[in-house]
């Protein structure tokens, strides 16, 4: 990857005005960023609070997150602004344990020897072995859905065993229609050998670089959630002069050959319109492309259209238990129920949970926007919940004394088999307008953590200042310095550790 640095100065620096579009961790990390340049930035945000899918909700005290969300990254930039911003607040330093739920029995992950053999079985653990060896003899070529990619580095019978029940039930479509660039993404650097290696030597890696994201066994996190952090850069950028717009729905987006002149925004009630002279977007492309006004050709909106998301709720129950089991969460590898995943918030942080006799349980649902589960009423989905827990055998439905469902609509954007060609066209389209900035997982369409998320906003923020970075680099199945040359990888290294990414604090 190359890059330039063009010159610039306060001076021109203080013309410009950035329009964010979206107040999640991509979109505040650039408004932050922005702010230590002294350049003017509105976000707009269309919910009633920030952080986007790595928000924390307040439900009569206990706080929960809308999924799980570890502090670990690769990335010191990043790292050193997660502490400069949380400044004297707490991170704990939680040590991870989550296990799988496969037929009744509970399997570490990562995986542990004894444990997986004793839960397998000797005869079973073998022919998972057979059927990994022959998947090295005649691997599937092409590889190109996460099938083939699960089955080329574990073999077709651990695939059936642990990934086909609990992968179609997060994506609600078959695992061969999933394309193997997510399993990149999200497995990176495992396979058999790597996960047995880590669970017969558990030989501590030499430094972070070193590790597989997956089978970290310990993380920082905020002692009152994600949120917190989110929280408190919203209030440090805004003390610092950035905007924050709350149910801003941007409704219209006005551009012309060559750039992007301004947005339309409302609340359902009153619209206005806010010019800029730059602009990053962090929400979901489809909405992008179909805001643009005039409407963009034709093959573009069909690119849009093709794309696709997987919708997400959480129901949160409170417990009458001071503890339940000892897990961060747990992946429920069950058909007969619908529920993916199980947080125990009390496990994340005890300060999330405001009663030390109860226990803050969230129930994670995978589903599309507007389907069986996505229109339950709110009571029926507690029930529903308190129901599959006691047939799980982790808690009574009767210690259940209340609870709270939260939606969140696009959490994951879906890699099927055209989602790379329609997000090909949708790119190749925006070349024609180059102060529109995209970043985040929903704005690129790209399954990014937290913490690339943050990166590509960080990189955006570089490129309105004069750099030209390749902002699409930045991924998760590759290190981003893992992309470039060593001199490049130390011109990045220094812009984003000292000068002038982070050339000082904000209050």
């Not at 610039?8 to 979109?27: M, R």
């Not at 905007?243 to 941007?250: Q, W």
């Not at 709720?313 to 238990?321: A, E, G, P």
């Amino acid at each position: 990857m190359q890059q330039t640095q063009k010159s610039s100065n306060e001076g021109s620096n203080s013309q410009k005005k950035v329009v964010i579009i979206g107040g999640g961790p991509a979109g505040l990390t650039a408004a932050y960023e922005l702010c230590k340049e002294k350049v003017r930035s509105v976000v707009l945000e269309k919910d009633t609070v920030v952080g986007g899918i790595s928000r924390t909700v307040n439900y009569k005290g206990f706080l929960f997150d809308i999924g799980g969300h570890r502090f670990f990254t690769k990335v010191k930039v990043v790292d050193d602004m997660w502490r400069e911003v949380m400044g004297d607040e707490k991170f704990l330093r939680r040590s991870r344990l989550s296990r799988i739920y496969y037929k009744k029995k509970f399997f570490f992950y990562p995986l542990k020897a004894g444990n997986a053999l004793m839960g397998l079985g000797l005869f079973n653990s073998f022919l998972m072995m057979t059927s990994y060896l022959k998947a090295q003899m005649f691997p599937v070529k092409p590889e190109k859905s996460f099938e083939d990619w699960i089955c080329n580095r574990f073999g077709r019978r651990l695939y059936d065993t642990f990934f086909k029940t609990y992968t179609e039930k997060v994506w609600g479509i078959p695992c061969e229609e999933i394309s193997a660039d997510w399993a990149a993404q999200r497995i990176k650097g495992l396979s058999l050998i790597a996960t047995v290696k880590n669970a017969i030597l558990s030989k501590a890696p030499k430094s972070k670089s070193e590790m597989i994201t997956t089978l970290i066994d310990a993380f920082d996190y905020p002692e009152k959630g994600p949120g917190q952090m989110w929280e408190l850069v919203a209030e440090k950028i805004q003390k610092n002069g950035s905007e924050l717009h709350m149910k801003a729905n941007v409704e219209k987006i006005f551009w012309e050959e060559g750039r992007i002149i301004a947005l339309q925004y409302g609340d359902g009630n009153t619209s206005e319109r806010i010019e800029g002279t730059d602009f990053i977007s962090s929400m979901p492309m489809r909405e992008l492309v179909k805001k643009l006004d005039p409407p963009p050709p034709d093959k573009v909106l069909e690119a849009a259209d093709a794309l696709g998301y997987r919708d997400f709720l959480t129901v949160s129950l409170i417990v009458n238990k001071p503890k339940l089991f000892s897990d961060n969460w747990i992946y429920i590898h069950d058909s007969s129920v619908q529920v993916g995943r199980i947080q125990n918030f009390k496990n994340w942080s005890p300060h999330m949970v405001p009663d030390p006799s109860k226990t803050c349980l969230g129930l994670e649902y995978f589903c599309f926007e507007g389907d069986g589960l996505w229109t339950k009423d709110d009571k029926d989905l507690i029930e529903q919940a308190k129901q599959e827990l006691e047939a799980l055998g982790l808690v009574q439905a009767k210690d259940v004394e209340d609870g709270s469902v939260v939606r969140m609509p696009k959490a994951y954007p879906v890699y099927d088999g055209v989602y790379q060609d329609a997000v090909n066209v949708i790119r190749e389209f925006l070349t024609r307008v180059p102060n529109m900035h995209l970043v985040g997982r929903n704005g690129m369409h790209k399954y990014n953590n937290q913490d690339h998320s943050m990166l590509t906003a960080m990189l955006a923020v570089r490129n309105i200042l004069g750099a030209n970075y390749d902002v699409w680099e930045v991924n998760v199945d590759k290190e981003y310095h893992e992309e470039m040359s060593r001199e490049e990888a130390e011109d990045l290294t220094k812009i984003a550790s000292t000068q002038p990414l982070v050339p000082k604090r904000i209050s």
